[in-house]
Structures are given as structure tokens and as C-alpha cells.
């Protein structure tokens, strides 16, 4: 399921209070997704990444109450009241008997003595076996008191959420350019670094601390892996070699347009940014010189950063003049 499915989902289970279990590849983004379903539904998120616990941390301690019986003090985390998400992060990364205890909570909705609040839900995370990262096999008695979905990631999600997290724009661009790349790991390569939703995030990051280029190269190198890195090193050079987005609005029907697909990807991403009302007769231009399905493209992106020049006379004319590429 994409993400947003998964938003759905987890929405839909959280209405009923059903324990699930997300099942994802390293840096996907489960817990993100998660966080955007408890937000969708105004409810607080407790985050406990169950591999940092041991199996005492969720009982608690003892204390001696004033009958001389041992009464079990439950930690500071677990919710006492009110509506939420309790969400135990990369449970199946955690030691059996830390898994153990976990049993009772999800299944019954109890630890010892402590009891999980009426309003609350608890939804778990984890990595699949065959990514090849650190997990026990998860019990069938626990398995099968879950519902247990699968995360795969979607660009089409993750370019809408980057736009509201700022994204640097030109890793939007390159990834729509290249969107095989959004997460690709192979288990078997021993490659430390490989790109992921995550770690195009920490790219964005740190381009935007602008290190030098030889900097850049070994950053990039360190995030997402080797091949990766030379290839949107590639992209940023085109990139910056294109013309001030200004001179191509003023001179649309003048400005060279790339042969190479990656520059003009590049070149529609930019000029996209500027969209309006007013620069709209100049983006029709442009758009009526490039390959078709460049055209749309640009014309896509213009329309989703403004969406009131679909109203212009030149967009209408522009449609018009494709309206056989058209998808309605």
C-alpha cells in the first residue's frame, strides 16, 4: 500500500481501536505516516522505540503501599487518560522478552496492573525480514491478534509531502526525473548508504547548508550511496547552468531549449515556480516549443503551483492546441 492508502487505513483502525502492525523497508518512512494518521484524527502520538527498552522498562517498579503489598509503578510513558496513539517503533527489532511483554499490552490491552486508556490505541512498526535488517520472528499468537499492513513508497506521496516539508525543489525535480531512485535497497549489496524517502530528506538538508563542492560530493556520497550521488550531482550542474528563470519569461519564444531530457526536466521545474496569471501567456509560449509531454508537464506543475491560470485565455488556447494529449 502507498502511503497515503496507509493514512487511510490506520485512520480507519484507529476509529476502532484494532492493533496493526506496518510492515516497511528501512527509511520508507512508517513512522512519519503514522504520525500523519494520529494528526489527521487530533490524536496524541506516543512514539516508544520498543529496541531501546528491556523487559522490566514497560512493568515499571515496585513500591510498598501502606498494606505492606508490592504495587508495580507503570513508567512515565504509558498514556494514563484522554485519546491517542501508543506506537511501538521497530518492535520486532527488540529482543523476545521485551517482545514478551509487549504481548499483554496489545492483546489485552493491560500490564499487570496498568490498564491502556479507553480512548487509546496501540499501532506497531517494524522491518521486513528480507531487507536484512536486525529482527526476531514475530510470534503467531501475537501475529495474529494484529492487522498487518505493507509500506511501499510512492512518489507521487512522497513529492506532495516534500513540497510542504521544503524539499529543496531541484531534488523534487530530479526525483520525478528519475523516480526509480526514490528508494532503492538491495539487501545484498553491503552498500551502508542507499537512498531512501529518509535519506533524500537528509540530501535536501544538507544542500541547504550549501558545503562546498568537494563537501557536497562526499555528503552526498554518505546519504545515499555512491551511484546515487553522481547521478543528482549531475542534475544540480544542469540545473545551475540553466538560464535565470526571469530571462526565459521574457524571452520565451527566444530561450534555447536543452536537447538533454534532464535539463529540460530542470527547465520545467523552474519556470513552474514562477507560475501566475500575468506570466501565463509566456509559459503557453514556452510550453508550445518543447516535446509535447514536456509541455504538459510544465503546464501540470504551473497549474498545481497556481492554480487560477487554468482561467487565462492562454491556458485555455494552449489546451485547446493538445487537447488530443489531454487526460480529462
Known amino acids: 500500500?502507498?502511503?497515503?492508502?496507509?493514512?487511510?487505513?490506520?485512520?480507519?483502525?484507529?476509529?476502532i481501536r484494532q492493533p496493526a502492525f506496518l510492515w516497511g523497508a528501512p527509511g520508507v518512512g512508517k513512522s512519519q505516516v503514522v504520525a500523519q494518521a494520529a494528526a489527521s484524527r487530533g490524536?496524541?502520538?506516543i512514539d516508544v522505540r520498543a529496541v531501546l527498552l528491556d523487559p522490566v522498562d514497560l512493568r515499571g517498579l515496585p513500591r510498598i503501599d501502606a498494606q505492606g503489598a508490592a504495587v508495580w509503578c507503570p513508567p512515565a510513558f504509558l498514556p494514563r487518560a484522554g485519546r491517542g496513539v501508543l506506537f511501538l517503533d521497530e518492535l520486532n527489532s527488540a529482543p523476545p522478552l521485551v517482545q514478551a511483554a509487549c504481548y499483554q499490552l496489545i492483546l489485552d490491552r493491560k500490564?499487570?496492573?496498568?490498564?491502556?486508556?479507553?480512548g487509546w490505541t496501540v499501532l506497531a512498526a517494524g522491518n521486513r525480514e528480507s531487507d536484512r535488517a536486525i529482527t526476531h520472528r514475530m510470534p503467531s499468537a501475537l501475529a495474529n491478534r494484529l492487522v498487518h499492513l505493507d509500506f511501499e513508497p510512492d512518489l507521487d506521496d512522497w513529492l506532495s509531502w516534500a513540497e510542504g516539508a521544503g524539499v529543496?525543489?531541484?531534488?523534487?525535480?530530479?526525483?520525478?526525473?528519475?523516480?526509480?531512485?526514490?528508494?532503492?535497497?538491495d539487501p545484498l549489496s553491503g552498500e551502508?548508504?542507499?537512498?531512501?524517502?529518509?535519506?533524500?530528506?537528509?540530501?535536501?538538508?544538507?544542500?541547504?547548508?550549501?558545503?562546498?563542492?568537494?563537501?557536497?560530493?562526499?555528503?552526498?556520497r554518505g546519504a545515499v550511496g555512491e551511484a546515487a550521488a553522481l547521478e543528482c550531482l549531475g542534475y544540480l550542474d544542469i540545473?545551475?547552468?540553466l538560464p535565470e528563470t526571469d530571462a526565459v519569461l521574457a524571452n520565451p519564444g527566444g530561450v534555447r531549449i536543452p536537447e538533454e531530457p534532464a535539463a529540460i526536466y530542470a527547465l520545467c521545474?523552474?519556470?513552474?515556480?514562477?507560475?501566475?496569471?500575468?506570466?501565463?501567456?509566456?509559459l503557453a509560449v514556452l510550453a508550445g516549443r518543447l516535446p509535447v509531454e514536456f509541455g504538459v508537464l510544465l503546464m501540470?506543475?504551473?497549474a498545481a503551483t497556481e492554480p487560477s491560470i487554468v482561467e487565462t485565455e492562454a491556458f485555455k488556447g494552449w489546451a485547446c492546441a493538445n487537447s488530443d494529449v489531454l487526460v480529462v
Open 300 to 302: 501540470r506543475d504551473a
Open 168 to 185: 529543496d525543489s531541484r531534488l523534487r525535480a530530479f526525483l520525478r526525473f528519475r523516480p526509480k531512485l526514490l528508494h532503492a535497497h
Open 192 to 220: 551502508k548508504a542507499f537512498p531512501s524517502p529518509r535519506s533524500w530528506e537528509f540530501v535536501s538538508r544538507i544542500l541547504d547548508a550549501r558545503p562546498g563542492r568537494e563537501a557536497l560530493g562526499a555528503l552526498l
Open 239 to 241: 540545473c545551475d547552468s
Open 111 to 118: 500490564l499487570g496492573e496498568y490498564a491502556l486508556p479507553e
Open 1 to 15: 500500500m502507498k502511503p497515503s492508502q496507509i493514512v487511510s487505513a490506520l485512520a480507519t483502525l484507529m476509529d
Open 269 to 282: 521545474e523552474s519556470v513552474a515556480r514562477k507560475a501566475s496569471d500575468g506570466a501565463m501567456p509566456s
Open 43 to 45: 490524536l496524541e502520538l
